[in-house]
């Protein structure tokens, strides 16, 4: 019998109203801010957008904001931030968008799971990235190398369904140039932009 999965999207659509002052100590808003900060001009596509926390402050830097998440929840409360912004509800395995559209593809606290196949997603963040644009990504980054209370707090993630993931790796294998900036012990900004060839 296959384990449920926690965090699914009729969880986010019970606790959408109340998501933000829940989770506001776990997941730090000046992370976020600090995403917007390193956002180039143009528009932004936030994947699994949440509660349109990080689309506030993109759309208050002058980018044209869409976003999409599984909960029909999250999204109504991302509207009522940022009503200007093109919000769908849409699976990150299959980004409802074309081809090269966004100057910003970003997703922040939402990777980490483990039931999550990381290397589609990011094929798809890849796929709607124009060639010029960049990928953001605020979550737990894979260390080259884990010491013991790595090993320790890796496994009592896993309760909550939360692993690190090799972002970097990933990315580097698909023709980008990652730049890593730690933020707290769990958490790094990962700032990717695509190779240009000669």
């Given at each position: 019998?296959?384990?449920?999965?926690?965090?699914?999207?009729?969880?986010?659509?019970?606790?959408?109203?109340?998501?933000?002052i829940?989770?506001?100590?776990?997941?730090?808003?000046?992370?976020?801010?600090?995403?917007?900060?390193?956002?180039?001009?143009?528009?932004?596509?936030?994947?699994?957008?949440?509660?349109?926390?990080?689309?506030?402050?993109?759309?208050?830097?002058?980018?044209?904001?869409y976003?999409?998440?599984?909960?029909?929840?999250?999204?109504?409360?991302?509207?009522?931030?940022?009503?200007?912004?093109?919000?769908?509800?849409?699976?990150?395995?299959?980004?409802?968008?074309?081809?090269?559209?966004?100057?910003?593809?970003?997703?922040?606290?939402?990777?980490?799971?483990?039931?999550?196949?990381?290397?589609?997603?990011?094929?798809?963040?890849?796929?709607?990235?124009?060639p010029?644009?960049?990928?953001?990504?605020?979550?737990?980054?894979?260390?080259?190398?884990?010491?013991?209370?790595?090993?320790?707090?890796?496994?009592?993630?896993?309760?909550?369904?939360?692993?690190?993931?090799?972002?970097?790796?990933?990315?580097?294998?698909?023709?980008?140039?990652?730049?890593?900036?730690?933020?707290?012990?769990?958490?790094?900004?990962?700032?990717?932009?695509?190779?240009?060839?000669?």
């Open positions: 019998m296959a384990k449920k999965i926690i965090w699914d999207s009729n969880l986010y659509n019970k606790i959408a109203s109340i998501y933000d829940v989770f506001s100590l776990f997941l730090p808003k000046k992370y976020r801010i600090k995403v917007v900060e390193s956002l180039i001009p143009g528009n932004v596509l936030d994947v699994a957008c949440g509660s349109g926390a990080l689309l506030l402050h993109a759309n208050k830097k002058g980018l044209k904001c976003g999409i998440d599984l909960s029909k929840g999250m999204i109504k409360q991302a509207s009522k931030k940022v009503p200007e912004a093109e919000l769908r509800e849409g699976n990150y395995y299959k980004i409802p968008y074309d081809n090269g559209m966004f100057d910003n593809v970003v997703s922040t606290y939402a990777l980490g799971g483990t039931k999550i196949d990381i290397e589609k997603v990011l094929s798809e963040m890849i796929r709607v990235c124009k010029n644009g960049q990928i953001i990504i605020l979550d737990w980054q894979k260390k080259l190398k884990e010491n013991l209370l790595d090993k320790v707090f890796i496994q009592i993630a896993r309760i909550t369904e939360d692993t690190p993931k090799d972002f970097i790796k990933i990315l580097s294998s698909n023709g980008f140039k990652p730049e890593c900036r730690k933020q707290s012990y769990t958490y790094s900004i990962i700032i990717a932009s695509k190779i240009n060839k000669k």
